[in-house]
């Protein structure tokens, strides 16, 4: 095996000069010709029939150019995601205050706004409903469908009720919303191509979702609609869905106007429209025998998908696959449901369902190794799925599991087995604690998205050596750009520093699925190291011909050797353009094989797994409930890091969204209207508020990842909000059951 | 054989729209925000010593935020075209009138253009040489080298001492400038990317020329130089090479400036700097049988290059191979130069470097068949190249071979044999008189550039069946982005409307050569059907499984069919997409063999010719000196019309060209000084000028083209002006030894 060059260094993000000296284009900073701006007409009210629209006074402001409402669509008014519930305007009802309902053109942005606000809808209030446990009731208002239900999935493994347990615990916990809190809120521009199709430009995650969009909301073919990524700033889930709707508005409006337009969210409105993570409500119950091994496990979940589906299908799959947690237990029944309320749809979010439930599972491990008078790690180790082992849906795990590794050195490195002590043990004001948690992550879309786990790529030698590649998925903050192009170089023999990716277009490669479920790495990654090894295969022939040698070339600092003749990385790139060598291809990449019974939940719903722990230390002010996260330690076996400072990154990165996640950030919307849609009344984790978090980087490879990687977006998040919850009843001897944990429900627990 | 669907038909041109309605974006049509003008410094002088420049008043100016010269140039000051002789901006000496010295910068362009005329170039004059027979004597002041030779050819096939002729003729042939006269001037922007690298749209042939020549000016590696074409007003040859120079100059400008930058060229700076079709003298000498069998041709050609080589070379070489015409000849000397004056560079237009000596070639044989008391025509047949002939350079003639065949259909077509008679059976005033002429013409660009004998493409199937694709040759108004449509639409058996090409873009495709000598049906054709094909049997396993069915798959009217099992493209697609089949894929096309003996040109050339035949009839009006071209012929075996519309188009405006290049295109330059750099002063034909041109389309196959199709795009204007120069003789009696033949020259031959 040739020893690696790029991969596994710390590489210089491709994108770090750009972005710290401020030269990156975000959508905002970008402008076109002629250009006109856009702003969004919404509905008042959570559940309204529209009874009629004047827009008169709007139309007499100067600088307004048009308003257009869903009559004015020009192709379908079903913005494609899961389900075509959705549409881009509402034209009838709406079912959520803050609902797109029209949208103005002007010469200016505050001239748009100002007319957006001046029209005014005529409505009746209709009869609505807020709470999803409210909406699966027979007698509820109905929104979605005869019962409100989005989806439902049963998961059942051997059998609960013969399950002999010696002892048995239960609990109910409930999960609010958490919103995004990218740096940069939606926005897109839409340009009106001179061959009649449409350029779309904007900060988005999913492309090819977009592409969709556009082409269904103007009646165009694919071809004539190209989606590129601008600069984005922050996703995390969130522009995964909703540029769909943005990029969608853009695009009829360019259409039906014939200039450029601007379409930018202000904070307030991304807050009120944008898809969040959902809010949701766990009952849950462990069996145990006496000597720890859990025997069952039984979990109702049910998710507030809001007023449209969106992505609620899938986000309550995978929590539903990963609803038991990281543990080997023979008998599983697992009954989830995604429910239609009068709220913001809720969608996309770092860990896709399962923070909700891992809250929940994580919680009860601990309460369950009180019962029995167990330390919570130990209780934790006895159970965790190791090699030959199954999952809830009966999948044998037979290659790269550290997750005992994770927890052996997240112990070590926290201290664990000095610093844990019972509850009961702690003293004064302000309680010192220590907590853990585990997890398990399916990498990729899995059997829920199995029609989308492909990836397209595009890779080229340019005659002076450098290497441009295209992926179909996206740079948005978590480092595809650096990875990719590190992937790129260690299987060409190229130096890093003279390949680079382009932006993400559509037009250049094909539907790729979109970049979410921390499945880039894996997928785009394999589709670039497909495409380098062809081109490498053209390469090595000349290479031999060159050192007039013999068998395999390796590649080593910008050279290419056979035994111990050596040539030139540019040297041989000229000659292959001498030789007209063919230096461009185009890579692709799927994954067979995931399966989950309709019925049971069985099968194999992931090609392979991303195995978490952390440990966070607190310490809580009993009177004032404010919790201080001291210490926190999240250790990830991720296969193998691509690129080590880039994973860490990640790592910290999602573990301080966890914190948040966990401790205040708390959105407030009371019968269905949003009362904090900012950064005053919505408190995300500041560098002030982020402990010094440790990441932990295990290795166990996956064979078939790119040099043995998996995926590690999602996972930092996942479970830092029990470790956390485990830490304060750690500290208190007082169980949260609820997030986020909030300092009056800390002091009032 | 599969029916042809798309290929063969004159479908509707996929630009046709946007153009008639001006929706189509020409470069000056494009801004860019915050963008800066610029304007070119030239040498007022056609050689001189720069000893300093007073630009105070210039930078004084409002609005100029900048002057730029050599010295401030990023990278390299050497423009990589052939040679690397021509600095992007002239240092210490400038070798002709209107060369760039510098750079101006300003808010808008008339700022630009002001400042730039206010830059004192403080100089003293060299000696300097204006013709290329004196530029080639000893004593000569030497602008290239020791001797002012770009470069030189020779041809020796038989022996011409050796050869024993009954009759000989030989005489001095010369022939002025032509000037491309596109609709659209030279122009550029280029637009800083936030990664450090540097966009640049243009109008253009050769993007990858451009990306070589940005590279090259900016010190930038390739994979962060993209270049876009734009959509161009024609190009001729004229977009080759200097579009190098503008797009460099202009990254230069917008990298100093760190502003997009803009710079089109005014249509008298354009007259004066851009490379236009060498001037020349060809000496030319026959000797033939009685019965008319020509036995030796010698020939002696002289090309006027300019002050810097640019493409003079490859023209020479061009002309060089064809300078016996389409006839064979047992014995041929060739002795080809291309001398260095100091007056603005030639480089490539339509015909590069054949027009020049098909004049001398095909006016001589029309002398020779009067010597022989002889219809020219049979003459002509006589020593035409028949299959299994060899050429000039001995090369064998094996397959598609129509000359013959496009002389007889021209003759038919003019009643030839009714209309031709002696010279001087004409009598009045206003004479009538007819002629005729014969080429052949090499496709591509043979060994002369057999590196670059190399097509790359990117053909992508979307998910609702709509096709992309992409090449690295360009559409300039020739109809490429309709004929390769069609031949993707062919090969994928996709209907043509859902399927259309990008613009141009070095970043998707890998270099592929230049879009000139004709190449682009047979290069970027080729690549995009071996593209297409490797897609399309991806398609057809899947045809084969859903129609459960063996055996070949035919494609008909959106519909793929084996024996009559029939099911639509649309549902084959969907099923494709759905089994996430990769529908994506990077062709290439290589020539391979071409060959041309350094010593005496023997050798293959060229992969396959295209043979062509003109008849003009003419009325001259023996007082003024007038010539009307009453009526034209055009005849071309191409192997394959892909689009005969098209093809009729290319044959109607090449014509035409070469009707302006016979009769009144005449540039005028006296001691390096441009006396009439505009269309006042340099008459093109205008549509009143037009005769009925009557194109007609031989096919004779070509096996390895797609569908059988070889190149079109010059042969319509190589022959046109002997044609007419026949005519004039045989209506006059005057053989006319110069272009163009102006009302002053004919009247007092």
């Known amino acids: 095996m040739s020893k690696l060059n790029s991969v596994g260094k710390s590489e210089i993000r491709k994108d770090a000069v750009s972005k710290v000296t401020g030269e990156s284009l975000f959508i905002n ?91 005014k809808i005529k409505y009746k209030e209709l009869p609505a409903v807020f709470d999803p446990l409210e909406a699966l009731r027979k007698k509820s208002p109905k929104i979605y469908g005869k019962d409100n239900v989005f989806k439902k999935f049963v998961i059942k493994k051997g059998d609960i009720k013969k399950a002999k347990a010696d002892v048995e615990i239960e609990d109910t916990f409930t999960v609010n919303y958490q919103v995004h809190a990218y740096l940069e809120t939606q926005g897109a521009i839409a340009v009106p191509r001179d061959d009649g199709g449409m350029n779309v430009y904007g900060s988005m995650q999913c492309p090819f979702y977009v592409q969709d969009a556009v082409a269904k909301v103007l009646g165009e073919t694919y071809n004539k609609v190209k989606i590129v990524q601008q600069t984005t700033g922050g996703a995390f889930g969130g522009k995964e869905d909703v540029p769909s709707i943005v990029c969608g508005h853009a695009a009829m409006l360019a259409r039906l106007t014939g200039k450029p337009v601007k379409l930018i969210y202000s904070r307030e409105e991304d807050f009120q429209s944008m898809s969040k993570r959902h809010p949701g409500w766990v009952k849950i119950k462990y069996g145990a025998k006496k000597n720890g091994k859990i025997v069952f496990c039984k979990v109702k979940y049910i998710l507030d998908g809001g007023a449209f589906a969106t992505l609620s299908p899938i986000v309550l799959w995978r929590g539903t696959v990963h609803a038991s947690g990281p543990y080997e237990i023979d008998n599983v029944l697992i009954e989830t449901y995604a429910a239609a309320t009068n709220k913001v749809p809720c969608g996309a979010y770092r860990g896709f369902g399962q923070p909700q439930v891992s809250f929940a599972n994580e919680s009860l491990i601990d309460m369950l190794a009180e019962k029995l008078n167990m330390n919570p790690a130990r209780l934790r180790e006895i159970n965790a799925i190791r090699k030959g082992g199954t999952t809830a849906t009966n999948q044998k795990i037979t290659e790269s599991i550290g997750l005992l ?124 190291m497909n495409a380098c090894k062809v081109i490498r295969g053209r390469i090595d022939k000349v290479v031999r011909k060159k050192l007039k040698a013999k068998g395999k070339v390796l590649s080593e600092n910008g050279f290419y050797k056979i035994g111990n003749k050596k040539i030139s990385y540019t040297e041989v790139i000229a000659e292959c353009w001498a030789e007209r060598v063919h230096l461009s291809h185009a890579g692709w990449f799927r994954v067979e094989g995931t399966t989950f019974g309709e019925k049971d939940g069985q099968g194999d719903p992931y090609y392979v797994y991303t195995w978490s722990t952390m440990i966070a230390e607190v310490e809580v002010d009993t009177e004032t409930g404010l919790v201080e996260v001291l210490n926190f330690i999240s250790a990830h076996d991720i296969g193998k890091a691509i690129n080590p400072r880039e994973a860490e990154g990640q790592i910290q990165g999602g573990s301080l969204q966890g914190i948040g996640y966990a401790l205040s950030e708390n959105l407030v919307i009371v019968k269905g209207r949003m009362l904090n849609p900012n950064f005053t009344g919505y408190i995300i984790p500041t560098i002030m508020d982020s402990p010094d978090i440790k990441p932990i980087i295990v290795e166990e490879k996956y064979p078939k990842g790119p040099y043995g990687a998996k995926g590690l977006g999602e996972p930092p998040l996942i479970c830092a909000a029990p470790a956390i919850a485990n830490a304060i009843y750690n500290a208190t001897g007082k169980r949260i059951k609820a997030l986020p944990m909030i300092p009056e429900r800390v002091k009032c627990a």
């Open 405 to 528: 590794k994770t927890m052996a050195l997240s112990k070590k490195s926290a201290g664990w087995a000095k610093k844990w002590k019972k509850p009961s043990a702690r003293k004064g004001v302000k309680k010192y604690g220590i907590g853990m948690a585990s997890s398990i992550y399916g990498v990729g879309l899995g059997a829920g998205g199995q029609h989308l786990a492909k990836s397209g790529s595009f890779v080229q030698i340019e005659p002076d050596g450098s290497v441009i590649i295209a992926v179909g998925n996206t740079e948005m903050g978590q480092g595809a750009r650096t990875v990719l192009s590190q992937i790129a170089a260690e299987t060409l023999g190229a130096p890093y520093e003279i390949v680079d990716m382009m932006p993400t277009d559509t037009s250049r490669v094909p539907d790729s699925g979109p970049t979410v479920a921390s499945r880039t790495t894996v997928m785009s990654g394999t589709s670039v």
């Open 29 to 119: 900073d970008v402008k076109f010709p002629d250009m006109l701006y856009a702003a969004t007409v919404r509905s008042p009210a959570p559940h309204i029939k529209i009874l009629g629209i004047n827009d008169a006074e709007a139309r007499k402001l100067p600088g307004v150019k048009g308003i257009y409402y869903a009559k004015d669509i020009p192709g379908e008014n079903k913005v494609p995601l899961v389900f075509q519930d959705y549409p881009f305007l509402a034209d009838k009802t709406a079912q959520f205050q803050g609902q797109a309902v029209g949208l103005v053109v002007a010469d200016d942005p505050i001239s748009a706004r100002r007319a957006a606000a001046l029209v």
